[in-house]
Structures are given as structure tokens and as C-alpha cells.
């Protein structure tokens, strides 16, 4: 489960790192598509989330499920690290982004 969600967040990733704004809101679940259009979709993440669109790594901390959905803690690189939580949903045998948020950020430590 944890690897097919973690598919569907990058796989959303590499669309924004296009500027593919629909593909990128095509990884979205049902309820998300059906309530935010696609140039909705794009002020989000470029009022929001603009550092996602410079193509970060992504690193996969932790994943909590519960039924058929799941909390998911991912690192974008930067300077600071930010920290994203993101809400998938089981659908159609498909994990689909329901929600995502920044839950902070912190300095990158290099060894």
C-alpha cells in the first residue's frame, strides 16, 4: 500500500514539475476533482506549494492507514526542508490524493 501511494504522489510530482497541471490534478481522488477545476488546481499549488514545481526530492518518512485511507509524512528537499502531510484515499483499488498540507519546515542537516 505505502509504495503505490508513494507511485501516486510522485507520479503527481513529476506532472507539476512539467507545469501539467492537468496531470498533476488527475492523481487527485473523485471528491477533490469534483469540487477544484484545473486552473483552480494550478493558483493552489502556485499561491501555495510553488516549490513543488522546481522538482524536489521527495522522501518518504512515514505512513499511518487507517481502512481505506492513509496519512503519509513526506520530505521536500529545500532550504529549509518543508515538511507535507498528505491524505490519500483507496479508490477503485487506487490511491488517489485527497489532501495535502505543509506541517512545517526545518533546516536541512548535512553531514
Do not use: H
Not at 34 to 51: A, T
Amino acid at each position: 500500500m505505502f509504495q503505490r501511494a508513494q507511485g501516486t504522489i510522485r507520479a503527481q510530482q513529476n506532472a507539476l514539475a512539467k507545469s501539467d497541471f492537468e496531470a498533476a490534478r488527475a492523481y487527485a481522488s473523485d471528491n477533490f476533482r469534483s469540487g477544484v477545476s484545473v486552473d483552480q488546481f494550478q493558483g493552489i499549488i502556485e499561491g501555495n506549494y510553488s516549490f513543488l514545481l522546481e522538482d524536489p526530492t521527495l522522501t518518504f518518512v512515514d505512513c499511518q492507514r487507517r481502512g481505506d485511507s492513509a496519512l503519509i509524512r513526506v520530505e521536500v528537499a529545500g532550504s529549509p526542508v518543508t515538511i507535507m502531510l498528505y491524505g490519500v484515499v483507496l479508490e477503485n483499488d487506487s490511491w488517489f490524493i485527497d489532501a495535502a498540507s505543509v506541517a512545517g519546515t526545518r533546516d536541512a542537516v548535512t553531514t
